[in-house]
Every structure is written in C-alpha cells, then in structure tokens.
C-alpha cells in the first residue's frame, strides 16, 4: 500500500486516484504500469512498451556457451548502451524486430534467448492493445523528439525522455555513490552493488546516480538491471519522496550522533 500511495495510485483514503486507475488497467508491476502511464507526458510510449515487455518476460536474454563465452560476451557487448541496461534492453528489442524482422537464426547468431524475446513480444502486443483505455498513443516515439534533431523547445535527449518516465515509476528504486565507493539506497541507505552482469559495472567511471529494477540477494545485495539517472529526474517526478527521505536521514544521522 505504501508503494501505490507513493506513486500516486490511492489517495488518503486507500482510494483509486485517476492515475491509479490507469495504471490498473495494464497486468504489470505497477511500476512499470506507472512509467507507461507517464510516457506519454514525457514523448516515449513507444520506448517504454518496450522496456516493460522485456523486463517482464522475465528471463534471461544473454546466454553465452562454455566453449563459446568469449565470443558471446564479445557479440553482446555490441548490445551495450552507455546510459545502462534498459537501454540495451530496448536496443536488442528494436534491432530484432526492426532490423531482423524476429528472425531466430539472428538470435542464434549473437547468442541470445529466442524464447524470451518472443515472450516480451507476446507481452508487448498485449501492453499495445491496452494503450486505448488510458489514451495512450504506443507509437509516440522519443526518437520523433529528440532533442539533438531538435525537439520543439523542450531541450531533452531520447535518452533523458525515456529516463524521466522510467524514474516516475522506480524512484523508490534509487541509489547514490558513496564516497568510500559503495553504493547506498536513497530510500534506507542500505549498501548494495551493481549487479556483475550490468553493462554500467564494465564503465570505468562508476555513475553517481543510479535507477535499478529490482534487487538480488545473494552473496550480497545487487541491483539487477540498472541505469544512470540525474538526481533531478528524482525531485521532478516525487518531490514529496525526496524531502521526507532527507528528513530520515537527517533524524537517522542525529540519533547515531546522540548514541
């Protein structure tokens, strides 16, 4: 409940708001319903179909043979985005359907899922045919607005459109570098680490700001699925988020001084 209050589904009173009721109409994370609820605000419904499909076929995309394993991590870094994984997410999807018309020999050939593709293709089709019931248009593109082919005035990139719908969904999933070169959760200040497998834990500048999907315990706690984020991006989307969070921590820091 304090998850849907946060973003905005129930009001005081427990009650569906207006964006509650669009976000129930899609059979997802919430999260992820919220980010396709906002797209549309931010110009990137299309983009974030895409994302949401791929991050709920919930399998894994990469798969890399013991006798093959450098020549898959070679083939997959080509995936790679700078800005993070849902990126990449969203660059395999597009080069497979755009590029390759969903062909399975081309999955073969750079050692990806077929199967898990097809399964966020399945999902993504259902997510379209959703669209209609929250007047959302699925082909609005970022790329149509990016702000590098000039944009209308709005002065953002495809990559910041897409990172600010996503943010209006996982702000509740953010982290920060620490100076001691941990990363700690905005929201507990709990320590965790950027999941080996991320294509941002291969950068050699670690990003100060980070989104993740979702996090894995294992031998530590991971994010799984990250992305680079400016901490505006935070304060634009869930203003009432941020300032309660500094207040915990500004209390939490006093009663260790205290103790």
Avoid at 19 to 40: T, Y
Avoid at 196 to 222: D, G, I, Q, R
């Amino acid at each position: 409940l304090e998850l849907l209050y946060g973003l905005g589904a129930l009001n005081n009173l427990g009650q569906l708001t207006t964006i509650g009721r669009r976000m129930a109409e899609f059979p997802i994370d919430p999260q992820l319903s919220k980010c396709l609820c906002e797209s549309g605000k931010y110009g990137c419904t299309k983009q974030i179909l895409t994302i949401a499909s791929m991050l709920s076929a919930n399998h894994q995309i990469f798969y890399a043979p013991k006798e093959q394993s450098t020549a898959a991590d070679t083939l997959h870094r080509n995936f790679f985005k700078p800005a993070g994984d849902h990126y990449t997410l969203l660059n395999i999807y597009e080069q497979w359907s755009e590029d390759t018309d969903f062909s399975h020999n081309w999955c073969q050939q750079n050692f990806l899922q077929f199967r898990a593709l097809n399964r966020a293709r399945d999902v993504r089709e259902q997510l379209e045919n959703l669209c209609v019931r929250v007047e959302l248009d699925p082909n609005v593109s970022a790329e149509d607005n990016d702000a590098e082919d000039g944009d209308g005035g709005t002065g953002l990139t495809a990559t910041q459109r897409i990172g600010q719908a996503l943010t209006a969904g996982y702000f509740f999933h953010s982290a920060k570098l620490s100076h001691n070169g941990q990363y700690k959760t905005i929201r507990f200040q709990t320590e965790v680490q950027m999941h080996p497998s991320s294509c941002l834990a291969k950068t050699e500048a670690l990003p100060k700001w980070l989104l993740f999907h979702e996090l894995v315990l294992t031998s530590a706690e991971y994010m799984r699925n990250v992305i680079e984020i400016e901490p505006v991006w935070i304060t634009n989307v869930a203003p009432h988020f941020y300032k309660v969070n500094q207040q915990e921590i500004v209390k939490n820091k006093n009663r260790k001084k205290k103790k």
